[in-house]
DNA sequence: GTTCCTGCAAAAGCTTTGCAGAAGA
DNA sequence: TCTTCTGCAAAGCTTTTGCAGGAAC
């Protein structure tokens, strides 16, 4: 996926965000890697093009950009948080046997009133998350009941 | 909540977990306590009346709580992980402003066929999070947008 | 010149691990 | 006796913090 910086950094700019080339960088990655990449590998991957970033800088990065809602953190995985540059309405599926997350397609314009009772609460935002196994896990399982 | 130990016991026996004192103890703290408490939390109530609980002794347990389904862990809280000891379904709310965390009801026999594209997946699992204010934070902040 | 950004190093905090002793079957 | 459970201490990791130098405006 090619990305024009420009509009990267515009987006940031539109957000409040100083738009530095560190920043957005780290907004571009997240754009071109949709895998939930964890701080850790933002870090390694663009350490190789940009030695001189720090693991500091993607931490005060995301945690901008989380605040902003230019990113979303995903409480996905108990041993890392995750981030993901995709922010429109969807769900997340985690599989138990190789650790992908993978984004999964929420029906347009669905809300989640009728299927739960949020009376009272003044609701910000929703995470839908699954876990189970992915289709090539479970084909290489052998279809076996896991 | 007043629980009867047997009943805990048979319950953890069902599953194929040895009922030892302090697993018991652990399990029992979680139905009498619905409050999705933290390790530390399940620790240093629990320590007071039994001191010679180890936390190590804590971590083993909910691992093996979660494991066998006896308990959920919820990721909902990005400093801790918390646990829930009623596993029927349901979801969760956590407030922004005060950290609690409640139970959302789910409307019987709800499931997400149709709301989302899970095509492929082997799902063993779902989870659904909610952020926001909660009534009484919300009505202290005076209704203003926050 | 002033403000904001960045990196380093250290600290903090949660969770896991290894091992030895204790408890239970 | 043999297996399982438990506690202590240490280690491992992720994330945060304080501060000083540097960049941007």
Redesign the pocket.
Known sequence: MIINELEIKRGLQNRG??P????VAVMKYLIENPVHP???EIYRDLHKS?P??????V???L?ILVGNGAVLSLLID????RYDGFTHSHAHFICNSCGKIFDVGLKEGYNFNGTVDLKGFNVKSAHLYFSGYCELCNSLAGNCEQ
């Open positions: 965000i100083r530095s080339n560190k920043r964890t701080v850790d940009i001189s970033l720090s693991k500091t800088t931490y005060n990065t945690k108990d041993k890392n948080c």
